[in-house]
């Protein structure tokens, strides 16, 4: 991609992204952006990097549904027993300890297979006790966007505990909080369906999107379904000022780099995802070697049509991993 190209792809994010990290990506052009990426096997991986942070949705985990992909159980007690420092990374609403619960039931626990869990919901949590977000909350109260989705735990366990009350008068909130895209309790494919509810909300007062990832995977087989960070795209193209609580925001992945050894450097840690936009630009941001998986994941369906090439060829400059990776499991690429 040429530098005019990036330019264009950057301008599309409708400013979603600080100026800083579009001059960083701009910064970062070679020559031979289009060369090949590597496929490695989590071997090779293991036998050059110390710590591993791993996105769970699409690389280890299949959707409610399904659970554990085959094959990364395995994978993650192999890495824990090579001495790899493992820590999960995740986009999730929820919170820790309920994600670390999920979990023990489909056999994956904390100390055999990773090391510790960090969701997007639980740093969340931690800036609304602090009263830290990131915009002015003179009045402690939201407006929320949509309604709780009747199969996920209801966006209340995040407030908590802390002094923000929601108000169901937009002109009475200081921020408006983005909840689990449905309709009538049903996931949708289509971000579009949301489109008239976002731009009804004349007022502009600050978003608050605690899921970045504009789709993820439900379903069996899996299929992409709408989230949080389509529709906060919707309100950064009304020129609404948006917050990104998870990737690709470093605050996440300040908050992950802080659970892992201090001896650790930053190349020794390696990011595996499934999302170019999220897990590979956030990592990129922090100075992390990233990671995609191609045959599992929200761009699994993409690659196959397309073609692995071609579809990394077309991201932006910053969304390209270092190296490729089939699927969290042994014995394969």
Same mark, same amino acid.
């Given at each position: 991609?040429?530098?005019?190209?990036?330019?264009?792809?950057?301008?599309?994010?409708?400013?979603?992204?600080?100026?800083?990290?579009?001059?960083?990506?701009?910064?970062?052009?070679?020559?031979?952006?289009?060369?090949?990426?590597? =496929? *490695? &096997?989590?071997?090779?991986?293991?036998?050059?990097?110390?710590?591993?942070? +791993?996105?769970? @949705? !699409?690389?280890?985990? #299949?959707?409610?549904?399904?659970?554990?992909?085959?094959?990364?159980?395995?994978?993650?007690?192999?890495?824990?027993?090579?001495?790899?420092?493992?820590? =999960? *990374? &995740?986009?999730?609403?929820?919170?820790?300890?309920?994600?670390?619960?999920? +979990?023990?039931? @489909? !056999?994956?626990?904390? #100390?055999?297979?990773?090391?510790?869990?960090?969701?997007?919901?639980?740093?969340?949590?931690?800036?609304?006790?602090?009263?830290?977000?990131?915009?002015?909350?003179?009045?402690?109260?939201?407006?929320?966007?949509?309604?709780?989705?009747?199969?996920?735990?209801?966006?209340?366990?995040?407030?908590?505990?802390?002094?923000?009350?929601?108000?169901?008068?937009?002109?009475?909130?200081?921020?408006?909080?983005?909840?689990?895209?449905?309709?009538?309790?049903?996931?949708?494919?289509?971000?579009?369906?949301?489109?008239?509810?976002?731009?009804?909300?004349?007022?502009?007062?600050?978003?608050?999107?605690?899921?970045?990832?504009?789709?993820?995977?439900?379903?069996?087989?899996?299929?992409?379904?709408?989230?949080?960070?389509?529709?906060?795209?919707?309100?950064?193209?009304?020129?609404?000022?948006?917050?990104?609580?998870?990737?690709?925001?470093?605050?996440?992945?300040?908050?992950?780099?802080?659970?892992?050894?201090?001896?650790?450097?930053?190349?020794?840690?390696?990011?595996?995802?499934?999302?170019?936009?999220?897990?590979?630009?956030?990592?990129?941001?922090?100075?992390?070697?990233?990671?995609?998986?191609?045959?599992?994941?929200?761009?699994?369906?993409?690659?196959?049509?397309?073609?692995?090439?071609?579809?990394?060829?077309?991201?932006?400059?910053?969304?390209?991993?270092?190296?490729?990776?089939?699927?969290?499991?042994?014995?394969?690429?």
């Amino acid at each position: 991609m040429n530098y005019w190209a990036l330019l264009l792809v950057l301008f599309l994010t409708n400013g979603l992204y600080p100026e800083q990290d579009i001059r960083s990506a701009i910064s970062t052009l070679q020559p031979n952006a289009q060369a090949e990426i590597p =496929i *490695l &096997s989590l071997e090779d991986l293991s036998s050059r990097y110390d710590a591993f942070l +791993l996105d769970a @949705y !699409g690389v280890f985990w #299949g959707s409610s549904e399904v659970g554990v992909l085959p094959g990364a159980a395995e994978a993650m007690e192999y890495l824990v027993s090579e001495g790899k420092h493992v820590g =999960i *990374l &995740s986009n999730s609403t929820q919170l820790a300890g309920k994600e670390k619960e999920k +979990l023990k039931k @489909y !056999g994956l626990y904390e #100390g055999v297979h990773y090391h510790f869990l960090l969701t997007s919901g639980e740093v969340a949590k931690e800036l609304l006790l602090e009263e830290s977000l990131p915009f002015p909350t003179s009045r402690h109260t939201y407006w929320l966007f949509g309604s709780p989705h009747p199969r996920f735990g209801t966006h209340l366990q995040l407030f908590e505990g802390t002094k923000y009350r929601e108000t169901k008068d937009l002109k009475e909130a200081d921020f408006i909080y983005i909840s689990i895209p449905h309709i009538d309790g049903i996931d949708q494919v289509d971000p579009e369906v949301f489109r008239n509810a976002v731009e009804a909300i004349g007022m502009v007062v600050p978003v608050l999107c605690v899921n970045p990832d504009r789709f993820a995977l439900e379903g069996s087989p899996p299929r992409p379904v709408v989230r949080q960070g389509s529709i906060a795209q919707m309100f950064a193209e009304k020129q609404t000022p948006v917050y990104l609580m998870g990737k690709p925001s470093k605050i996440i992945y300040e908050r992950a780099l802080q659970q892992f050894p201090p001896h650790l450097s930053k190349k020794s840690i390696v990011m595996i995802g499934d999302t170019p936009e999220t897990d590979i630009r956030g990592a990129h941001r922090m100075g992390l070697t990233a990671v995609l998986v191609t045959k599992t994941g929200v761009m699994a369906n993409l690659m196959e049509k397309e073609g692995v090439t071609p579809v990394i060829g077309n991201l932006p400059l910053n969304d390209k991993p270092e190296f490729l990776l089939e699927r969290l499991g042994l014995n394969t690429k």
